[in-house]
């Protein structure tokens, strides 16, 4: 079993920025990818970055150039560094963990957090 637990989400203006955390606890070395996913009211949740299961970083075509994915294994966290803020970035941040074992495949989800961009 794999719990995260995002904190980081607030209000703020366009143009500004925030920085997302979500600190994975349990199995933790059983997992093989972690990332960043949002849902917008009314629209599906889609990826915004992750690290995927060889190390690389992928971004949504909407983050890129702005927003940073990063992890302290130390302290078994994950960070969304997010700048330049745009009120299409609002959404609900929900980070993932998956745990792959043979021919089965595990995905984690935590509670999620607010992130509001508006003047």
């Known amino acids: 079993q794999v719990q995260l637990v995002e904190s980081g989400g607030d209000l703020v203006q366009p143009g500004g920025s925030l920085k997302l955390s979500c600190a994975a606890s349990?199995?933790?070395?059983?997992?093989?990818?972690m990332g960043w996913y949002r849902q917008a009211p009314g629209k599906q949740r889609d990826m915004v970055a992750t690290?995927?299961?060889?190390?690389?970083?992928n971004y949504a075509d909407s983050v890129k150039g702005r927003f940073v994915i990063s992890r302290d294994n130390a302290k078994n966290t994950v960070y969304l560094q997010m700048n330049n803020l745009k009120p299409e970035d609002t959404a609900v941040y929900y980070c993932?963990?998956?745990?792959?074992?043979?021919?089965?495949?595990?995905?984690?989800w935590g509670q999620g957090t607010q992130v509001t961009v508006s003047s």
């Open positions: 690290f995927t299961t060889v190390g690389s970083t």
């Open positions: 349990g199995s933790i070395s059983s997992i093989n990818a």
């Open positions: 993932n963990a998956i745990v792959l074992l043979p021919r089965v495949r595990y995905e984690y």
